[in-house]
T-cell receptor, first 112, second 115 residues
Framework: NAGVTQTPKFRILKIGQSMTLQCTQDMNHNYMYWYRQDPGMGLKLIYY???????DKGEVPNGYNVSRSTTEDFPLRLELAAPSQTSVYFC???????????FGEGSRLTVL | DQQVKQNSPSLSVQEGRISILNCDYTNSMFDYFLWYKKYPAEGPTFLIS?????DKNEDGRFTVFLNKSAKHLSLHIVPSQPGDSAVYFCAARPLRGSTLGRLYFGRGTQLTVWP
C-alpha cells in the first residue's frame, strides 16, 4: 500500500496565483486532515473531513478551500496565493477519530 | 495560544546515552498523548503514545512518562543511536469533547545523536 500520497512535492507560486495540492490515501480511512508547518512551529490544522461530502475548518482555514467527493481524495485549494502561505503542507488520515495519524511526505510551497 | 509546548528546540546527545525530550501542556481536557518523529523531507511518523490512565508506556528503546498533575510528559530514548537524529513532535488530544480527533502539536525538538 502507498499510504498517503501528496502531489506536488515542491511548487513555487506567484502572488495571486491559485493551485490545488492533491492528497490521496489507499487505506480506506474516513478521517482526513490538512496541516501546515511553518519554520520552527508545530503543525497547525487547516481543514479536516470525517467522510466523503463532509468537511470543516480547523485552526487556520483562511485562504484555503477543500472538498471531499470520495473517501480516497482530499484536495486543498489555495486561491489568490499570498507570501504568508509559504509553508510545508501535510495531508494525514486515520481510520476513525482516535488512533494514530498517517502522514504524507509533505508539499513544500513557496509564494513569491 | 500554544496548548502543547516543547520548550527545547534542540537537544544533542552522545550515542549510547539517554535522550530525554520534554513536553508540557496547558489544556486539562487532554488525555491522550503521542510522539511523532520526523526526518527531513518526510512526513511525521507515529512513535509512541500514552493514555492518561497510565503514567508510563514502553516500546523497545522508547519510553514515555506522563505526569498529569504537572501536565508534563517526557520521551526517553535509551540507548540513543545516530539514526534517532530527527525532529520529535509531541501531540495531544482530548478523548472527550474532542474536535473529531484533532491533534494539537508542539513546535518540535531537533534531536542530534553524535557518535
Amino acid at each position: 500500500n502507498a499510504g498517503v500520497t501528496q502531489t506536488p512535492k515542491f511548487r513555487i507560486l506567484k502572488i495571486g496565483q491559485s493551485m490545488t495540492l492533491q492528497c490521496t490515501q489507499d487505506m480506506n480511512h474516513n478521517y482526513m486532515y490538512w496541516y501546515r508547518q511553518d519554520p520552527g512551529m508545530g503543525l497547525k490544522l487547516i481543514y479536516y473531513s470525517v467522510g466523503a461530502g463532509i468537511t470543516d475548518k480547523g485552526e487556520v482555514p483562511n485562504g484555503y478551500n477543500v472538498s471531499r467527493s470520495t473517501t480516497e481524495d482530499f484536495p486543498l485549494r489555495l486561491e489568490l496565493a499570498a507570501p504568508s502561505q509559504t509553508s510545508v503542507y501535510f495531508c494525514a488520515s486515520r481510520v476513525g477519530g482516535a488512533g494514530e495519524l498517517f502522514f504524507g511526505e509533505g508539499s513544500r510551497l513557496t509564494v513569491l | 495560544d500554544q496548548q502543547v509546548k516543547q520548550n527545547s528546540p534542540s537537544l544533542s546527545v552522545q550515542e549510547g546515552r539517554i535522550s530525554i525530550l520534554n513536553c508540557d501542556y496547558t489544556n486539562s481536557m487532554f488525555d491522550y498523548f503521542l510522539w511523532y518523529k520526523k526526518y527531513p523531507a518526510e512526513g511525521p511518523t507515529f512513535l509512541i503514545s500514552i493514555s492518561s490512565i497510565k503514567d508510563k508506556n514502553e516500546d523497545g528503546r522508547f519510553t514515555v512518562f506522563l505526569n498529569k498533575s504537572a501536565k508534563h510528559l517526557s520521551l526517553h530514548i535509551v540507548p540513543s543511536q545516530p539514526g534517532d537524529s530527527a525532529v520529535y513532535f509531541c501531540a495531544a488530544r482530548p478523548l472527550r469533547g474532542s474536535t473529531l480527533g484533532r491533534l494539537y502539536f508542539g513546535r518540535g525538538t531537533q534531536l542530534t545523536v553524535w557518535p
